[in-house]
T-cell receptor, first 114, second 113 residues
Framework: DVKVTQSSRYLVKRTGEKVFLECVQDMDHENMFWYRQDPGLGLRLIYFSYDVKMKEKGDIPEGYSVSREKKERFSLILESASTNQTSMYLC?????????????FGPGTRLLVL | GENVEQHPSTLSVQEGDSAVIKCTYSDSASNYFPWYKQELGKRPQLIIDIRSNVGEKKDQRIAVTLNKTAKHFSLHITETQPEDSAVYFCAATLNTGGFKTIFGAGTRLFVKA
């Protein structure tokens, strides 16, 4: 059974703080993704990674960066948090693209930036 | 880049009726179309998917159809039940080295008992 975990379920930060969101998967998946979910906007892709140390921008990468030093871990970094980054952040992973692309999601981190 | 539009944003049906959710995509290179269901307070989970070489796929009460020419695909739920109430997301996937998945905005389905 695939397990994707995120470091926090709820997080409150102040404007200008550096924020780290971590995601870990235990199924040796090659692909990992970060989305933010906002009402009426669905899931918007921030960044994704298809291999260690590889990353690609999604649709809304501005204000975010990512790190994939190990295969099982994908970190999302908010360099200087702003109030418009208040959102639900979902991490996902999927197996090698040559087989199946089903994404397995983590439980989400609800971030509030004050 | 790829853009996925999903309609309607909200859908209310009576228990036992059918529900249809429609999505269109813009990039003809997209070749994989999953549907995810997200119940209140829970993570999205895959319920059905279809690849571009197939026109229709069915799994019990849910089915998905794909029209590659028109670049649209639909989710059909028959004999709806209250536990079908959730937000449903369609998505289109491109192979750009990794698999980039673009989601629709979601449809909130209410099934009234």
């Amino acid at each position: 059974d695939v397990k994707v975990t995120q470091s926090s379920r709820y997080l409150v930060k102040r404007t200008g703080e550096k924020v780290f969101l971590e995601c870990v998967q235990d199924m040796d998946h090659e692909n990992m993704f970060w989305y933010r979910q906002d009402p009426g906007l669905g899931l918007r892709l921030i960044y994704f990674s298809y291999d260690v140390k590889m990353k690609e921008k999604g649709d809304i990468p501005e204000g975010y960066s990512v790190s994939r030093e190990k295969k099982e871990r994908f970190s999302l970094i908010l360099e200087s948090a702003s109030t418009n980054q208040t959102s639900m952040y979902l991490c996902a992973s999927s197996l090698s693209p040559s087989t199946k692309e089903t994404q397995y999601f983590g439980p989400g981190t609800r971030l509030l930036v004050l | 880049g790829e853009n996925v539009e999903q309609h309607p944003s909200t859908l209310s049906v009576q228990e036992g009726d059918s529900a249809v959710i429609k999505c269109t995509y813009s990039d003809s290179a997209s070749n994989y179309f999953p549907w995810y269901k997200q119940e209140l307070g829970k993570r999205p989970q895959l319920i059905i998917d279809i690849r571009s070489n197939v026109g229709e796929k069915k799994d019990q009460r849910i089915a998905v159809t794909l029209n590659k020419t028109a670049k649209h695909f639909s989710l059909h739920i028959t004999e709806t039940q209250p536990e079908d109430s959730a937000v449903y997301f369609c998505a289109a996937t491109l192979n750009t080295g990794g698999f980039k998945t673009i989601f629709g905005a979601g449809t909130r389905l209410f099934v009234k008992a």
